[in-house]
C-alpha cells in the first residue's frame, strides 16, 4: 500500500493509522488550549463528522467541505461533513455515515471506518464525535447545494506538519479567547475544524521522532 512520509512522523499507511486510532489520547499539553467546553449547566448538543482520508496518488489527503454563504450558523467556513445526532442513529458513526450521506453524497459503503478521535467540545453546546474513515477511489460526490458549497482535498502532510499549526487570539463577549488555524491554499481552516484535526495529528505523531 501507499505510504507517506509526514515531517516528524513515522510513515503513515491505512493500517498503520487503524492501529495508532485504537491507542488512548495522548495527554494535553499546556499549549492547547482551542478547545472551548461546554459551559457547566449548558444544554449539550450531540453531533458527529466524518474525517474521510482518501488514498490519491500515492499520498492520503482529507476530504473537506465549505458551508455555504446563506447558512445562519458558521457560513462559509470549512467542516467535515456532519451534523446532529438524530434518533433513528445507530451509533455516532451512524451519524458521521448519514450526515456525509446527505451533504455530500458519500454512500457508506465507500466508507471503511478506521476508528475515532476524542470528543470535541464547543462553547455553543456541541459536543462533537469524530469519525475517522478511509475511502478508496474511485467515488462519486453529490453535494447538498444548500449546505455545501464545495469541496476539495488537503494532502494529510500538511496537517501532520507542526509549522502549520497556527494558534491565534480574539476579545470575544468580553473573553480572550485562542483558536488554531491550519490555512492551506487560500482557505482559511480554523476552529473546531482545525481543533480536531489538530486531535488527529497528536494520535498518528504520539510516540513518534
Known amino acids: 500500500m501507499p505510504a507517506i512520509e509526514p515531517a516528524g512522523a513515522a510513515t503513515l499507511t491505512r493500517d498503520r493509522i487503524a492501529e495508532r486510532l485504537r491507542r488512548p489520547p495522548p495527554p494535553p499539553l499546556a499549549e492547547d488550549k482551542h478547545q472551548s467546553p461546554v459551559p457547566p449547566g449548558a444544554r449539550v448538543t450531540l453531533a458527529a463528522v466524518l474525517v474521510p482520508l482518501v488514498e490519491r496518488d500515492g499520498a492520503i489527503h482529507v476530504l473537506l467541505t465549505q458551508r455555504s454563504a446563506h ?40 466508507v471503511e471506518i478506521l476508528g475515532m478521535l476524542p470528543e470535541h467540545e464547543m462553547s455553543t453546546g456541541f459536543r462533537i464525535s469524530p469519525v475517522v474513515g478511509w475511502i478508496e477511489p474511485p467515488f462519486d460526490l453529490k453535494l447538498d447545494p444548500f449546505e455545501v458549497a464545495a469541496a476539495f482535498e488537503v494532502p494529510l502532510a500538511h496537517f501532520l506538519e507542526p509549522a502549520n499549526h497556527l494558534r491565534r487570539h480574539y476579545f470575544f463577549n468580553g473573553r480572550d479567547r485562542d483558536y488554531l488555524a491550519m490555512p492551506y491554499a487560500g482557505r482559511y481552516i480554523w476552529g473546531a475544524t482545525a481543533g480536531m484535526l489538530y486531535s488527529l495529528y497528536r494520535q498518528l505523531t504520539a510516540g513518534s521522532s
Do not use: K, M, W, Y
Open 71 to 110: 447558512l445562519r450558523d458558521h457560513p462559509n467556513q470549512i467542516s467535515f461533513p456532519g451534523g446532529r445526532v438524530e434518533g433513528g442513529d445507530e451509533n455516532r458513526i451512524g451519524t458521521a455515515l448519514r450526515e456525509a450521506e446527505e451533504e455530500i453524497g458519500l454512500a457508506p459503503a465507500h
